[in-house]
């Protein structure tokens, strides 16, 4: 179990190999000969492509000899230049310092390394930061990385089940920078149709004669929902398996992608030790999707609806909305995707509030008063709400995305003003005032 779940995560916690120096410690020539080596070593023996971690190892110790890292002075500075010439090779490439083990322990074990692991992924929630059920009946599920399904499933399903009764389910991937292929699995699996075989992903790497496939999970625990319309959310943060998700559900056409182009790392592996306290990750796999025969390495998912990224969950909503009424007859909850689609809207392009003088008066229980550049609603004994136009004579409620107040006029005048309301009739009120 331990090497399952650390490996599947990439987050396995090392010791460092050769003489320990601090981040700032001075580096000699001998020193940074030593940890450029070992680097090459590690790319070499690693690499999901051995012939290509042949050629980008001799690269570095090629620049190694004609003194391209000569000015590295600290291993700071050294592990900065490894990853910059390293990066473009493979998004994936990252040389830093190795976490510190912890005292009294000289393996890492039992009060570090998976212990320590375990209990910081339990902290994070395991990746999952919110889920809630938006207005027009959409779920809403925001993930900052990817647990392996081991030890994060029982979360998962937690927030599954949460959702299973919404008519559409957002991902949010936006600041998603990776984890375990075992929970992009386990959450894809749940939306796929368990009567077919499925294959999600598949890995390549020379260390493997054939290809290791990912196969959607035959029996689930929990509902399977293979007709609800999905969307995922992505920014140029959205990383690794952050990717992978997004990517399979796109090519499979079975989520619409909403956002911006990810980062673009779609090979998987881990980290290995390094000297002067450092560590290196190499990819010793590369996703390849059965679908596309390819992945997101260095191009990023490219999503089906190109909007920045704080404008995605909008823009989301609104495709749901629309896709939600297609199916809907019943006229009350018509009514409330309207309202949700409408509120979305004022936000995205705010209406002009003019006029608002001709608003002031008493209707009955309901007073409306301007005040500091806005107006508000007040019931009798109630507090005060500001009131946000949506354009003719049409207002929603602060807070309350259930209700609108629509004025009528008698020419210009304004003589009365309804309260419409999502579950209950309309509530007219004269102006008295």
């Given at each position: 179990m331990r090497s399952m779940i650390l490996g599947a995560a990439a987050l396995l916690l090392l010791a460092s190999g050769g003489v320990r120096a601090q981040d700032s410690a001075a580096l000699n020539a001998s020193q940074r000969s030593e940890i450029v080596g070992a680097a090459a070593d590690a790319v070499a023996e690693n690499f999901y492509d051995s012939d290509r971690?042949?050629?980008?190892?001799?690269?570095?110790?090629?620049?190694?000899?004609?003194?391209?890292?000569?000015?590295?002075?600290?291993?700071?500075?050294?592990?900065?230049?490894?990853?910059?010439?390293?990066?473009?090779?493979?998004?994936?490439?990252?040389?830093?310092?190795?976490?510190?083990?912890?005292?009294?322990?000289?393996?890492?074990?039992?009060?570090?390394?998976?212990?320590?692991?375990?209990?910081?992924m339990a902290q994070s929630n395991y990746g999952f930061r919110e889920v809630s059920?938006?207005?027009?009946?959409?779920?809403?599920?925001?993930?900052?990385s990817f647990a392996p399904a081991q030890v994060g499933g029982d979360t998962a399903l937690a927030a599954l089940n949460f959702v299973e009764n919404t008519d559409a389910v957002i991902f949010d991937m936006r600041q998603n920078t990776g984890g375990a292929p075992s929970m992009v699995q386990f959450i894809?699996?749940?939306?796929?149709?368990?009567?077919?075989?499925?294959?999600?992903?598949?890995?390549?790497?020379?260390?493997?004669?054939?290809?290791?496939?990912?196969?959607?999970?035959?029996?689930?625990?929990?509902?399977?929902?293979?007709?609800?319309?999905?969307?995922?959310?992505?920014?140029?943060r959205t990383g690794s398996a952050g990717e992978a998700f997004p990517y399979h559900l796109q090519a499979m056409e079975r989520a619409t992608i909403v956002g911006e182009t990810t980062y673009g790392a779609g090979n998987p592996g881990g980290f290995h030790p390094?000297?002067?306290?450092?560590?290196?990750?190499?990819?010793?796999?590369?996703?390849?999707?059965?679908?596309?025969?390819?992945?997101?390495?260095?191009?990023?998912?490219?999503?089906d609806v190109d909007v920045p990224a704080d404008e995605a969950l909008d823009a989301a909503l609104l495709l749901a909305y629309d896709r939600i009424l297609e199916t809907l007859d019943d006229p009350a909850q018509r009514r409330g995707l309207e309202w949700?689609?409408?509120?979305?809207?004022?936000?995205?392009?705010?209406?002009?509030?003019?006029?608002?003088?001709?608003?002031?008066?008493?209707?009955?229980?309901?007073?409306?008063?301007?005040?500091?550049g806005a107006l508000f609603y007040q019931r009798q004994g109630g507090p005060a709400l500001r009131m946000d136009p949506l354009g003719g004579d049409r207002f929603m409620l602060e807070g309350l995305d259930d209700i609108r107040v629509v004025f009528s006029r008698d020419g210009d005048a304004v003589t009365g003003m309804t309260i419409q309301s999502l579950d209950r009739p309309d509530s007219p009120s004269p102006r008295t005032e």
């Open positions: 971690g042949a050629e980008i190892a001799a690269g570095l110790r090629n620049q190694l000899e004609s003194g391209a890292f000569d000015d590295a002075g600290t291993v700071a500075d050294l592990a900065n230049a490894l990853t910059q010439a390293l990066r473009p090779q493979d998004n994936h490439f990252a040389v830093r310092m190795a976490p510190s083990r912890p005292q009294g322990s000289p393996d890492g074990e039992p009060g570090g390394g998976e212990a320590a692991w375990l209990a910081a059920i938006l207005p027009g009946n959409v779920g809403y599920i925001d993930m900052r894809i699996s749940h939306f796929l149709d368990p009567r077919e075989e499925t294959v999600i992903n598949t890995f390549v790497s020379s260390a493997r004669e054939y290809p290791s496939e990912l196969v959607a999970l035959a029996w689930l625990p929990g509902e399977s929902r293979p007709d609800v319309p999905l969307y995922v959310l992505t920014s140029v390094l000297p002067g306290g450092l560590e290196i990750f190499v990819s010793d796999g590369s996703a390849r999707n059965p679908i596309t025969g390819t992945n997101w390495e260095g191009t990023g998912v490219i999503p949700a689609g409408e509120a979305i809207e004022a936000r995205r392009n705010p209406v002009s509030l003019n006029g608002a003088l001709a608003y002031e008066g008493v209707y009955g229980p309901r007073r409306v008063y301007f005040e500091d």
